[in-house]
């Protein structure tokens, strides 16, 4: 079963327009990270929030982790057509276990 | 190299052959995950290596399911008896310090079970 499930399983913006996905899960975890997938391959990873941090930026992306609510969310600002991927949270509860995914499409 | 690399990057078999794949992993990473992506899914953790500890095999779906990473690096994921459901991309990481740091993903092998 997935630990992270995410919300939307699917946004359709603007470019320019900012982005928002949200991430709930269950158990306690020690960090939670985001990833980005494109074309159904490789993963990349875009960044990693320790459970005693609240908020993370790193670029146009900004992270925010409530642990008493067992959720994040990744605020994409600016967006642009090249940020067009699924985008996973992965919780780390001593295993890491990626959620179900967000399909972000940017057009033009 | 200087990624994650894997092998082949397309598989297309019969139904009940064995498969073989292959993953090399950022030099110098300690550990080494597999998992499997069905079309539009998540990802499903298969198999954890971390060093010389005993492999993590919690997510094998079945016993057709074996994984051996030689020499610390190089892993490979075999398949027996291949089955339609198997189908899948299956996709490789490495990470530098176990669990709780950032894995480093390989471009995955799509396999194909006709």
């Known amino acids: 079963s997935q630990q992270g499930e995410e919300d939307p399983q699917a946004l359709s913006i603007q470019e320019g327009e900012n982005a928002t996905m949200n991430c709930s899960y269950k158990t306690s975890i020690n960090n939670l990270q985001w990833y980005r997938q494109n074309s159904g391959r490789g993963l990349v990873h875009l960044i990693l929030i320790r459970s005693n941090e609240r908020e993370k930026h790193s670029g146009r992306l900004r992270v925010t982790l409530d642990t008493s609510k067992k959720s994040s969310s990744l605020l994409i600002t600016a967006s642009r057509a090249a940020d067009t991927a699924s985008y996973f949270c992965?919780?780390?509860?001593?295993?890491?276990?990626f959620g179900t995914g967000t399909r972000l499409q940017v057009t033009l | 190299g200087a990624g994650v690399s894997q092998s082949p990057s397309n598989k297309v078999t019969e139904k009940g052959k064995d498969v073989e794949l292959r993953c090399d992993p950022i030099?110098?990473?300690?550990?080494l995950y597999w998992y499997r992506q069905s079309l539009g899914q998540g990802l499903e953790f298969l198999i954890y290596?971390?060093?010389?500890?005993?492999?993590?095999k919690s997510g094998l779906p079945s016993d057709r399911f074996s994984a051996e990473r030689t020499g610390g690096s190089v892993s490979t994921l075999t398949i027996q008896r291949t089955q339609q459901e198997d189908s899948a991309v299956y996709l490789c990481a490495s990470s530098a310090r176990g669990q709780r740091s950032e894995q480093f993903f390989g471009p995955g092998t799509r396999l194909t079970v006709l």
């Open positions: 992965a919780t780390d509860d001593g295993k890491l276990t």
């Open positions: 030099s110098g990473h300690t550990a």
């Open positions: 290596f971390q060093g010389n500890s005993a492999p993590d």
